[in-house]
């Protein structure tokens, strides 16, 4: 016998870190992913960051390079020495248009970059992008 209700579907809203040192910035970026649909955590440093990522276990993490606490690279080298987290994609976001330090995010396994500040477009494009190519998954012996 079929219902009449419609069926109800969970579909739970991609996780999204956002580890972010300057409200305004913060709050910009928390804004655009929410009304884009995404459900938005924040961190103000390396070490909240790392806690919140352990605890929400997003789908994605953008990662500001210049954090009070610690480097961003090494939050990024955190993530990826975690098999837990390793396969877990990174978005770089830097105030700095220097090519070293786009290479350094790179070289220290961020999935991609982006220079502050990033346009909500350019944005929720390259989280659209990251979260739709993921990142290979680590074989396990």
């Given at each position: 016998?079929?219902?009449?209700?419609?069926?109800?579907?969970?579909?739970?809203?991609?996780?999204?870190?956002?580890?972010?040192?300057n409200?305004?910035?913060?709050?910009?970026?928390?804004?655009?992913?929410?009304?884009?649909?995404?459900?938005?955590?924040?961190?103000?440093?390396?070490r909240?960051?790392?806690?919140?990522?352990?605890?929400?276990?997003?789908d994605?993490?953008?990662?500001?390079?210049?954090?009070?606490d610690?480097?961003g690279?090494?939050?990024?080298?955190?993530?990826?020495?975690?098999?837990?987290?390793?396969?877990?994609?990174?978005?770089?976001?830097?105030?700095?248009?220097?090519?070293?330090?786009?290479?350094?995010?790179?070289?220290?396994?961020?999935?991609?970059?982006?220079?502050?500040?990033?346009?909500?477009?350019?944005?929720?494009?390259?989280?659209?992008?990251?979260?739709?190519?993921?990142?290979?998954?680590?074989?396990?012996?």
């Open positions: 016998m079929l219902s009449s209700e419609p069926a109800i579907r969970q579909h739970s809203l991609p996780k999204v870190v956002v580890i972010e040192d409200p305004a910035v913060a709050n910009i970026y928390m804004t655009v992913l929410a009304a884009a649909g995404y459900d938005v955590a924040l961190a103000m440093d390396a909240s960051g790392m806690q919140r990522i352990r605890a929400v276990r997003p994605i993490v953008l990662l500001d390079l210049n954090l009070p610690a480097p690279t090494a939050v990024l080298k955190a993530i990826r020495a975690d098999v837990g987290l390793s396969g877990l994609p990174v978005l770089v976001l830097t105030s700095s248009n220097r090519v070293a330090d786009l290479l350094g995010a790179v070289s220290a396994g961020a999935d991609d970059c982006a220079v502050k500040p990033c346009e909500p477009g350019a944005l929720l494009y390259k989280v659209s992008h990251l979260l739709s190519r993921g990142r290979p998954k680590p074989i396990l012996r």
